[in-house]
């Protein structure tokens, strides 16, 4: 086991300083944002029916994140689409949001090139690669997105990014207070979550620790559903581990059956709950009432509660806060973040056919 808290641990294993993604996702929402509203939108007063996100990955959980925090006021569906094929509905009343860090992703592209078919409104949230240029050739609106990250680890570009095209086609009202707070939220959870916090006073070290040796079970409900999702997708990527999502009120009626299971299983797991202040009043009873059933079953758990006024700012605090987890979870297993072998080689032999 790591010492987090001595700096030379960071050097070693970290060698292209990845903690630097949370110290700059601040910087990144604020810069995504102005950026997305001003990608120049050629089809301003269509009336559009719905919106279909297409992404995978980090880029993928941009949208997943935005449906999360839009659902209460969003006048027309949305879907975020994680695969290969456009719903049978998309058509011209369809904006369609393209996005892929590289501009490569086969998923995507495959999406996208069926949304011009069927004559979607596109824009594409892209880096480069294909998806630029399919951009450039049909004259279509493009946030190209500015980063020197090796790894496209950009959530902020996926998230406010997203957020400010929607603001620019008219589907959103102005957001700029809630960003600023968010922004300045980030910035002062950072003085408290970053390397040079000793574990006592930091409570992602503090987490880090917990989930070693152990399956962390993440639960979220509505604006921190998707939350989870990103908590458990970072686990993975970061330290190499597997982790599981579970969401209420859905699981309290199933899941918590299971606390009944043997307790050699419960005691190599543990339980997060992602709370926030826009918890219904019923889900955050049924949140109190879970972690009841939990501490009666002897199930090792935790909670961790969004900050700020606004629900982009408790959204991205909670983004930010799971990702300083898995980095330090990683960084305390004495594995590299950064480092992905079965990713790339899955890539590589399905290229192959």
Known sequence: MQNLDDLQTYVTLDPQRAYRRALDLP???EMAYAAGKAVPVVWPNLDFQHVIVAGMGGAGMGGDLVCSLLQPQLPIPMQVLHGYDLPAYAGANTLFIACSY???TEEVLSATTQALAKDCRVVVIAKGGKLAQLAETHHLPLLKIVSDDPAGEVIGWMTAGLLGILVAVGLLADMDADVAEAVTVLNQENIVLNIESPARRNPAKRI????MDRLPIIYGAGLTAAVAQRWKTMLNSYAKMLASVDILPELNHN???GYEHSAEVWRRSIVLQLRSAYDPVRVSQ?????TQFLLEAGVNQDTVRGKGNSALAQLFLLVMFGDWVAYYTAIISGLDPIIEE????FKETLSKG
Do not use: V
């Open 208 to 211: 880090a620790g917990q989930f």
């Open 27 to 29: 910087h990144e929402i």
């Open 286 to 290: 049924r949140f109190d009432l879970t």
């Open 102 to 104: 590289s501009g490569n």
């Open 255 to 257: 899941a918590i059956e």
């Open 342 to 345: 079965r990713i790339p080689k």
